[in-house]
């Protein structure tokens, strides 16, 4: 059984297989979460990201950690929100599959998710998590995989509460 839980904290200090970006389309860094993989990370991290010729909204891409505690990086482009009408949801799912794609095929066993595009990108929280925990819990029961643990790294109060109620019910 794969153990899924919600966490409080600073996704690049996780001491895990894999921790996913919610990059942009270019993967040459950014604001939020983006922002502070490539500073924990140090410069390697973006060279690699240079030679990926950047990833499509919905898509994902790995790389190595370099500096950071996880050993692999795995950046996925979350859809901005438009009001939710055009295919938002479907596109944060496939982001949630296509990390967890690669993270098998890496034999990835312990990995950290933050909350995709609800920072820059304005999706709203509540909806987000619902589409994150359905999409992991689909993978996890469809695919092949060794997944351990499946964690979801919150960097507020306000979402770790949000996943903790959505987890239990
Ligand atoms: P997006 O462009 O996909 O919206 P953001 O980085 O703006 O990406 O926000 C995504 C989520 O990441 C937000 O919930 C934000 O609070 C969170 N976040 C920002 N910094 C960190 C961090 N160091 N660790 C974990 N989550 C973070």
């Known amino acids: 059984m794969t153990v899924l839980k919600a966490q409080l904290g ?18 040459l860094g950014g604001g939020g979460v983006d922002g502070a993989i490539h500073r924990a990370a140090g410069p390697g991290l973006l060279s690699e990201c240079r030679a990926l010729n950047g990833c499509t909204t919905g898509q994902a891409k ?28 479907e596109l944060l799912a496939s982001c949630y599959q296509e990390s967890l794609k690669l993270a098998a095929r890496y ?29 992991v819990k689909d993978f996890l029961n469809d695919q092949p995989h060794q997944m351990d643990e499946v964690i979801f790294c919150c960097f507020s109060e306000n979402d770790y509460q949000i996943y903790l109620s959505a987890l239990t019910t």
């Open 107 to 135: 034999q990835v066993k312990t990995i950290a998710f933050p909350c995709i595009s609800t920072g820059i990108y304005g999706y709203p929280a509540n909806q987000a998590v619902e589409v994150a925990i359905r999409s």
């Open 10 to 27: 600073d996704i690049t200090e996780l001491n895990v297989n894999a921790i996913v970006n919610a990059a942009n389309e270019s993967l």
């Open 62 to 89: 790995i790389t190595q950690g370099y500096k950071l505690p996880a050993n692999h990086v795995i950046h996925t482009v979350g859809p901005v929100w438009h009001g939710g009408n055009c295919g938002e949801a």
